[in-house]
């Protein structure tokens, strides 16, 4: 998952996605919050039968750490040579 910190770090905020399938015109999905989008995928996942709501849970917390690591090890300004 995309985090909180990563989002609001870079601004790209609204998210919109873009689905498409072989012969079908072109369709873009948006979310108001972060929030709606992470519990629109987990929940899909869940009713899919693919995860329990105890993994999806796991899984968010953990992008969300992983992104505030992200965003304090890896993606900083340039520094000039």
Do not use: C
Not at 21 to 26: H, Q, S
Not at 33 to 61: C, K, M, P
């Amino acid at each position: 998952m995309i985090t909180d910190a990563l989002v609001n770090g870079l601004a790209i905020w609204p998210v919109v996605i873009p689905l498409a399938a072989a012969g079908l015109t072109l369709l873009f999905r948006r979310w108001p919050t972060l929030q709606a989008y992470e519990e629109e995928v987990s929940n899909a996942r869940i009713w899919g039968g693919f995860h329990y709501r105890f993994s999806t849970e796991v899984g968010r917390d953990m992008g969300k750490k992983i992104g505030e690591l992200t965003l304090a090890t890896q993606l900083r300004p340039r520094t000039k040579r």
